[in-house]
């Protein structure tokens, strides 16, 4: 059964509260109706094992438990291990009388993701799971790895809501996207962002995301010249 619910103003501040006289109050920031701890966990490294999985687990949870309240993932993240780890580190958190309202969770789509180990055959893979199935056409995955048209990015959230155990993430990012102004015009690049936040404005409506937003390294700090430069305004 997943976890209903998502973070809340109320949920976020009772999270805050419990560690007064712990650690200083100014740890916690309020941000878009929600008090966010300062730092937060990010699961993007390590290996694709149980082992790593159980590390995952265990440190979302004491993160939780020392006054961290914003976890963040990818689904292509140690081959989806990172959203599962997560979701299982949540209902362990349940159990010890953390609420779903309580934690921030973020995750992002865009990169094609392994399931669980990578294959030996990566393209044949990506064929028979994307391109075969129809989630996907040649022409929409740029570089062989990306991909952001709304019929994929709608598979992908469902599959992250699943991995996670949730029934709405409070952020999803739409990951790199400049990664496709490598092989795309900038003015088909326009359209087809365009065409992902619709979907994901549709994604907000039926109650499977809260907020949304693009999650990148550089390129909106690049210069404007650059050829994977992105204005914040425009975008």
Known sequence: MKLPGF???????????????????EHFRSMNGLWTSSIGIGTYLGNHDDATDKQYREAVVRAVESGCNVIDSA?????????????????????????????IV?????????????????R????????DTGLA????????????????LSNQLDCSLRNLNLDCVDIYYLHNPESQLAKV???????????????LEQAVASGKVRMYGTATWNAYRNPVDAKDY???AQV
């Open 75 to 103: 689904i292509n993240y140690r081959c989806q291990r990172s959203e599962r780890s997560i979701g299982t580190a949540l209902k362990e958190l349940a159990t010890r009388g953390y609420g779903r309202d309580e934690v």
């Open 7 to 25: 973070a809340t103003r109320e949920g976020t501040d009772r999270y805050r509260r419990r560690f007064d006289g712990k650690i200083p109050r």
């Open 185 to 199: 015009a900038r003015e088909e690049f326009d359209v087809r962002l365009l065409k992902a936040f619709e979907a």
């Open 230 to 232: 992105l204005s914040l």
């Open 137 to 152: 056409a040649a022409p929409d995955v740029v570089g062989g790895y990306h991909c952001m048209t709304p019929r994929y």
């Open 124 to 131: 044949s893979y990506f064929t028979k799971t994307f391109m």
């Open 106 to 122: 973020a995750t992002k789509g865009g990169f094609l993701p392994f399931d669980g180990t990578p294959p030996s055959d990566p």
